[in-house]
């Protein structure tokens, strides 16, 4: 055999094998009943990370949907299961919303496959996902249409921010920057007396 051969037989099965490879980072999912299991996650793509989660657990691997678990952490991202509506769709879907947030508003991102983009909270062109806040429970799709008007109203209790809201200082593409500042606001202002 020629060496040009040799290196072209090593090259075809090392790229076979890394690409049926599987990249796994440690991680957990809690199951509806709260019990939780330890184990290695398979690394997804944004998008397949809303529609299912996959764990190794020793040698036995197990993929959950939505319906099944609580919620998920793969290193350091989170996702919960959430249920929601998604415009010109009378359907409710179950997805995991990954985690951008927690506070007495939490924030949520949910990728799905328009134009094959992924989203980027830095990239307001790219419009292949859905914001969404929770507050009390309730939560609700951010929109662009509207926003400053609806914003405005949902953040009324931070009168400072509100104004920003309403005066377009802070927009849509802020939304994150909004949820922060609010959440910042509400923990200064609720500090326990032992503090």
């Known amino acids: 055999m020629k060496l040009n051969q040799v290196i072209l037989i090593i090259l075809v099965l090392a790229f076979s094998s890394f690409s049926y490879s599987q990249d796994y980072k440690e991680g957990y999912v809690i199951l509806n009943n709260n019990d939780t299991l330890f184990g290695e996650l398979e690394v997804l793509s ?19 949907k939505p ?9 350091e991202d989170e ?11 009378l359907s409710t879907f179950t997805r995991f919303l990954k985690v951008w947030e927690l506070g007495k508003v939490n924030i949520y ?5 328009a134009n094959t983009q992924y989203f980027d909270v830095s990239n307001p062109n790219n419009k292949s996902h859905e914001v969404f806040i929770e507050k009390d429970g309730i939560l609700e799709r951010v929109k662009d249409t509207g ?3 609806r914003m405005s ?3 009324s209790d931070n009168k400072e921010l509100s104004e920003q809201i309403l005066n377009n200082k802070l927009t849509y593409y ?10 910042g606001h509400y923990n200064e202002n609720h500090k326990s007396t032992n503090d």
Do not use: H
């Open 46 to 64: 944004d998008i397949q990370c809303g529609k299912k989660v996959i764990i190794k657990v020793g040698e036995k691997v197990t993929k959950y």
């Open 67 to 75: 319906k099944k678990i609580k919620a998920y952490k793969i290193g």
């Open 79 to 89: 996702y919960v299961t959430k249920q929601f509506t998604l415009p010109g769709n």
């Open 109 to 113: 991102g949910y990728y799905y496959s």
């Open 147 to 149: 926003f400053a008007n």
């Open 153 to 155: 109203e949902y953040f």
């Open 174 to 183: 802020d939304i994150l920057k909004i949820v922060r500042i609010y959440n």
